[in-house]
T-cell receptor, first 114, second 114 residues
Framework: NAGVMQNPRHLVRRRGQEARLRCSPM?????VYWYRQLPEEGLKFMVYLQKENIIDESGMPKERFSAEFPKEGPSILRIQQVVRGDSAAYFCASSGYRATDTQYFGPGTRLTVL | AQKVTQAQTEISVVEKEDVTLDCVYETRDTTYYLFWYKQPPSGELVFLIRRNSFDEQNEISGRYSWNFQKSTSSFNFTITASQVVDSAVYFCALNNNQGGKLIFGQGTELSVKP
């Protein structure tokens, strides 16, 4: 049973470009979460999605960031017009039937903005 | 407010020593879930344990043990006979049963020296 998959593992963008991060949950999991880990900081919740629905986006920056989890395909975290402060590790997690179930994390995407 | 505090930023021990990582949490909810995750130098997040607020039994898994005490709002993690491979950042996290958001502590970086 494959774990949570994220790609790319490393992404380099120049300021002003767009970054697209992908996440495929574990098989059978319908809840997806995105977290950000800034250098020297802990993990911060960004958004919680189920298929075709955003359940909680209280941790998402108000501008430039968006997330989706379509009926078919992976969840996407999109960052428009990236700035240096967006450089971080972005982790996706998935859980099974309930939001309080254990969240299993992917390997993360390390975003570097030049 | 919900909060997780890991007061120990860094701990350094010599191999075979026992070490305890502290975790103190704050929540007004009566139903909640506590977690520990390990982040080795390779960067991925590895799930270690999930505990619900109604189960105060201590748990042991090999060299790992967890002490959950609601009276002091603590969920401490002990590694017995530490090994170099235990070197990692360890995160304690809280899910307060109001959605899927995990609230993480700042992490404790454990260094086990040979």
């Amino acid at each position: 049973n494959a774990g949570v998959m994220q790609n790319p593992r490393h992404l380099v963008r120049r300021r002003g470009q767009e970054a697209r991060l992908r996440c495929s949950p574990m098989k059978g999991h319908s809840h997806v979460y995105w977290y950000r880990q800034l250098p020297e900081e802990g993990l911060k919740f960004m958004v919680y999605l189920q298929k075709e629905n955003i359940i909680d986006e209280s941790g998402m920056p108000k501008e430039r960031f968006s997330a989706e989890f379509p009926k078919e395909g992976p969840s996407i975290l999109r960052i428009q017009q990236v700035v240096r402060g967006d450089s971080a590790a972005y982790f996706c997690a998935s859980s099974g039937y309930r939001a309080t179930d254990t969240q299993y994390f992917g390997p993360g995407t390390r975003l570097t903005v030049l | 407010a919900q909060k997780v505090t890991q007061a120990q930023t860094e701990i350094s021990v010599v191999e075979k020593e026992d070490v305890t990582l502290d975790c103190v949490y704050e929540t007004r909810d009566t139903t909640y879930y506590l977690f520990w995750y390990k982040q080795p130098p390779s960067g991925e997040l590895v799930f270690l344990i999930r505990r619900n607020s109604f189960d105060e039994q201590n748990e042991i898994s090999g060299r790992y043990s967890w002490n959950f005490q609601k009276s002091t709002s603590s969920f401490n993690f002990t590694i017995t006979a530490s090994q170099v491979v235990d070197s990692a950042v360890y995160f304690c996290a809280l899910n307060n049963n109001q959605g899927g958001k995990l609230i993480f502590g700042q992490g404790t970086e454990l260094s086990v020296k040979p």
